[in-house]
């Protein structure tokens, strides 16, 4: 069965970085689409990036990119989010989501890791 196990969350203050972890358990290759989901208070799940485990291609959402990166440890079923110049607007709960490919639709797996940004 697969699962995940996200990390990283906390409180930082605008401007500020953190660096998200998602491991992974019980991974097959018919999941080659690893992405983050965020949920703000009161709002719907956004998907924010993805990344292929076979080609390494990633994929953004607008409000993140230039300030996000995501990767993988495929030795460590490992797949990080690190962010940079965050914005309140950053806030929420951080899930890890896979399916079959980044452009296809993605499972929420993950519990989440929380990350609130505020002055």
């Known amino acids: 069965q697969l699962q995940f196990v996200e990390s990283g969350g906390g409180l930082v203050q605008p401007g500020g970085s953190l660096r998200l972890s998602c491991v992974a358990s019980?991974?097959?290759?018919?999941?080659?689409?690893i992405g983050w989901f965020r949920q703000a208070p009161g709002k719907e799940h956004e998907g924010v990036s993805c990344?292929?485990?076979?080609?390494?291609?990633?994929y953004y959402s607008d409000s993140v990119k230039g300030r996000f990166t995501i990767s993988r440890d495929n030795t460590n079923n490992t797949v990080y989010l690190q962010m940079n110049s965050l914005k309140p607007e950053d806030t929420g709960v951080y899930y890890c989501?896979?399916?079959?490919?980044?452009?296809?639709?993605?499972?929420?797996w993950g519990r989440g890791t929380l990350v609130s940004v505020f002055s």
């Open positions: 989501a896979s399916g079959a490919t980044c452009e296809g639709d993605l499972e929420i």
């Open positions: 019980g991974f097959t290759s018919d999941y080659d689409g």
């Open positions: 990344i292929s485990i076979s080609d390494g291609s990633t």
